[in-house]
């Protein structure tokens, strides 16, 4: 059954048919989450107060857009709202952009470059956490994520020119920081 059949189905009332759309978007939701809060627990509730809105207003979707984009929008929203509640600034997650594995032949190389790689990825946590929310979430949905420029318009409700040109910006802006960071520290 393709996603359009699954929507109607789970529009109609058939519970079997949201909690198929949960199953396909439920690690999509909770990443999105856990890029923000940084904590697991808070970002399975956020993730679950998501899918409840979605199943409370899924009669409001109009099938001219895709599902996916509808209920990220809705995602982005609710946690947007959640952080402004709560007044609480959290980095973006990038475990998904790990440096990889590293090949090392000794265990003591190994772990002090696996210190080294968790010292990187503290700092860049950092330094995404002090980008200001509007180029975090854009890095967040095309970097990490991996959507498409037009989703991003789509979701953020801007054009994808200013997708494009806030990207450039916050992609200078964390480079321009981690280079000035690794300077300072001496890496």
């Given at each position: 059954m393709d996603e359009r059949t699954i929507v109607e189905e789970a529009r109609r009332g058939r519970r079997d048919a949201f909690e198929e759309l949960v199953k396909m978007y439920s690690r999509k939701v909770f990443h999105l989450a856990y890029g923000f809060v940084r904590d697991r627990a808070a970002a399975d509730d956020l993730s679950q107060e998501?899918?409840?809105?979605i199943f409370?207003?899924?009669?409001?979707?109009?099938?001219?857009?895709?599902?996916?984009?509808?209920?990220?929008?809705?995602?982005?929203?609710?946690?947007?709202?959640?952080?402004?509640?709560?007044?609480?600034?959290?980095?973006?997650s990038l475990e998904d952009l790990g440096e990889g594995p590293i090949a090392?032949?000794?265990?003591?190389?190994?772990?002090?470059?696996?210190?080294?790689?968790?010292?990187?990825?503290?700092?860049?946590f950092r330094i995404l956490e002090s980008l200001p929310p509007k180029y975090r979430l854009i890095l967040t949905m095309r970097d990490v994520d991996g959507l498409?420029?037009?989703?991003?318009?789509?979701?953020l409700d801007i054009a994808p020119g200013t997708v494009d040109s806030r990207l450039h910006r916050a992609r200078k802006m964390l480079r321009k920081r981690m280079a000035a960071a690794l300077a300072q520290e001496g890496g």
């Open positions: 998501v899918f409840i809105k409370r207003s899924l009669e409001k979707f109009r099938s001219d857009s895709e599902f996916g984009t509808w209920l990220y929008r809705v995602a982005v929203n609710h946690i947007k709202d959640h952080l402004r509640k709560t007044a609480r600034r959290k980095e973006v090392v032949a000794d265990p003591a190389e190994e772990r002090e470059a696996e210190r080294e790689t968790e010292a990187k990825r503290r700092l860049l498409s420029y037009e989703d991003v318009a789509k979701i």
